[in-house]
T-cell receptor, first 116, second 109 residues
């Protein structure tokens, strides 16, 4: 498997609290992605990064922010968590270091977030 | 946001049976991917298709890139219990990878 780890794997929090999920890769890849997975919706892109300090929005970015201060780490932050953000969050990187675009992705094991 | 229509939503089959699922879109895609997700894990790539009309196999799995570039099919032959999981299609267009809603497969012995 590609070197991609997510933390925490499980988190329960209360509405209104800030939450940060971390994605760490050892592949030295420029591109990193955050998706959320919900029943009936498949996987939807939240934000992605194409380099250190270079990020862009996906289709469901409202309520989320990201940061990439190092190549290996991509953080997803919920400034004030809401119940609608209860979901499973997946980080992904391209499967080949030579692939520059969002083509074939390798996914982390996921972070299950419950907002009460 | 844009999504792919994946069907069926779920399947309950007996071990040894063949399985077919498909994905359709109103948009054209340059690449079609099929992923499988086991419980508690992230999706894992099964097959990647890069050309319209392409037919690719991976063991008991066969996938096709539709001629119109708006659909793709996945077949699993002689299903076994470890085929259980959720199967996702994904289409790549310019800079976006769009996922289907998934087909949940249950295999009974």
């Amino acid at each position: 498997d590609a070197g991609i780890t997510q933390s925490p794997r499980h988190k329960v929090t209360e509405t209104g609290t800030p939450v940060t999920l971390r994605c760490h890769q050892t592949e030295n890849h420029r591109y990193m992605y955050w998706y959320r997975q919900d029943p009936g919706h498949g996987l939807r892109l939240i934000h992605y990064s194409y380099g250190v300090k270079d990020t862009d929005k996906g289709e469901v970015s409202d309520g989320y922010s990201v940061s990439r201060s190092k190549t290996e780490d991509f953080l997803l932050t919920l400034e004030s968590a809401t119940s609608s953000q209860t979901s499973v969050y997946f980080c992904a990187i391209p499967s080949s270091p030579r692939v520059s675009g969002a083509n074939v992705l390798t996914f982390g094991a996921g972070s299950r977030l419950t907002v009460l | 946001g844009q999504q792919l229509n994946q069907s069926p939503q779920s399947m309950f089959i007996q071990e040894g049976e063949d399985v077919s699922m498909n994905c359709t879109s109103s948009s054209i895609f340059n690449t079609w991917l099929w992923y499988k997700q086991d419980p508690g894990e992230g999706p894992v790539l099964l097959i990647a298709l890069y050309k319209a009309g392409e037919l690719t196999s991976n063991g008991r799995l066969t996938a096709q890139f539709g001629i119109t570039r708006k659909d793709s099919f996945l077949n699993i032959s002689a299903s076994i219990p470890s085929d259980v999981g959720i199967y996702f299609c994904a289409g790549y267009n310019t800079d976006k990878l769009i996922f289907g809603t998934g087909t949940r497969l249950q295999v009974f012995p």
